[in-house]
């Protein structure tokens, strides 16, 4: 047992080639699952689907036992909020057909896994020249993203009749997107005093999402320059000392704007 936690440590949290190739793979598999849920969210749960989710809901459960058992604070780790979601798409997949359709698809919170995975945002800085040049840009889009299929998801579940729609989910999201874009088409509402509230929410959290992703994809909050004391690269635009050392640095820059 000693050597299999030592080899599970080194797998997720180590920085050779294997272990490297070990966490891509299961985000690798994150990505395909999150396609599996939006894809089959609406349609009706036979035997083999049900196996299926269930066999998923098993590989992230043995997942998750293996980060909490190699951690040194597993309680701590628990309560993140990545941890919590992937106990809520286990319990999502393992009591499936017990689910009406619309609660089931509750389990693409697991995509909140990738945004707080250290490890993931670790290798990508040190592996991908795109990341590491946009990583304020990618990590507002999937924060977006996030915002927009959960929000959809709550809509769902909560405002939408499924058996006034052949596409509920669909006429949710539009709902949202629309509501978020404050296009506003007005074919798809929610009349309730409540759904108005949510809309608004909708309205000023998702607008803000939708500001931060456009701030960073046109005026990046950070520069890439390597201090050449203690190497940290990344720095505010208008910086003249590093922060982490207090150096002087000398940051090219096109001019006041």
């Known amino acids: ?32 699952t999150i396609l599996f849920f939006i894809a089959t969210s609406h349609i009706e749960h036979g035997l083999g689907l049900v196996g299926l989710s269930a ?44 689910l009406a359709g619309n609660l089931a698809f509750l389990r693409i919170l697991r995509l909140l896994r990738l945004i707080h995975s250290y490890h993931l945002v670790r290798d990508l800085r040190r592996d991908s020249r795109f990341f ?4 304020d840009a990618v990590i507002a889009a999937i924060n977006l993203f996030v915002f927009v299929f959960v929000t959809a998801t709550a809509v769902l579940v909560f405002f939408i009749d499924s058996t006034s729609t ?5 006429d949710a999201l539009y709902f949202t997107v629309a509501t ?39 005026h990046p909050q950070k520069v890439k320059h390597t201090c050449k004391d203690c190497g940290l690269m990344r720095h505010d635009l208008d910086a003249v000392h ?10 090219r820059t096109l001019g006041v704007e």
């Not at 080194?10 to 490297?20: K, M």
């Open 55 to 98: 066999l998923v809901g098993v590989v992230i459960a043995v997942d998750l036992a293996a980060r909490l058992w190699i951690d040194p604070d597993p309680w701590a780790l628990l309560k993140r909020i990545y941890s919590i979601a992937d106990v809520l798409v286990v319990l999502s997949l393992l009591l499936d057909p017990f």
């Open 132 to 135: 590491s040049a946009h990583e």
């Open 1 to 32: 047992m000693v050597k299999l936690k030592k080899k599970l440590r080194v797998l997720y949290r180590g920085r050779s080639h294997a272990a490297v190739r070990f966490r891509y793979g299961l985000i690798a598999f994150d990505v395909v």
């Open 166 to 170: 052949p596409t509920p989910y669909i």
């Open 180 to 218: 978020l874009t404050t296009t506003g088409y007005g074919d798809v509402t929610l009349d309730t005093a409540v759904g108005k509230l949510f809309s608004v929410f909708i309205m000023a959290v998702g607008v803000a999402l939708f500001v931060r992703l456009a701030q960073t994809l046109f």
């Open 242 to 251: 590093c922060k982490h050392c207090g150096s002087l640095v000398k940051i």
